[in-house]
């Protein structure tokens, strides 16, 4: 059974720092790219940063500069860094673990907010 669990949400004040942390059980980690995804309401879930299995990142306009995705394959973990927050970055963020024509999961989701 595949499971994602997302923890480190919350609530923050516009200038602070939070890390989002995605455990991931019942795929091979280390094959799988994974990524933060946020929902803010009313609004489409949005790539927000990803991480190849070979550890090359990708990171949403918005975030790039204040957010740092990694991973850490002995703990089967994603992270997301999330530093200078501004109220626009509430939002529910999902994790996903993807691999080509193999596998696509995601997490529960954890909300974050953002006061001004």
């Known amino acids: 059974q595949v499971q994602l669990v997302e923890s480190g949400g919350g609530f923050v004040q516009a200038g602070g720092s939070l890390r989002l942390s995605c455990v991931a059980s019942g795929i091979l980690f280390r094959l799988s790219a994974m990524g933060w995804y946020a929902q803010a309401p009313g609004k489409q879930r949005e790539l927000v940063a990803t991480?190849?299995?070979?550890?090359?990142?990708n990171y949403a306009d918005s975030v790039n500069g204040r957010f740092t995705i990694s991973r850490d394959n002995t703990k089967n973990t994603v992270y997301l860094q999330m530093n200078s927050l501004k109220p626009e970055d509430t939002a529910v963020y999902y994790c996903?673990?993807?691999?080509?024509?193999?596998?696509?999961?995601w997490g529960q989701g954890t909300q974050v907010t953002v006061s001004s």
């Open positions: 991480i190849s299995s070979g550890g090359s990142t």
């Open positions: 996903n673990a993807h691999r080509a024509s193999t596998w696509d999961y």
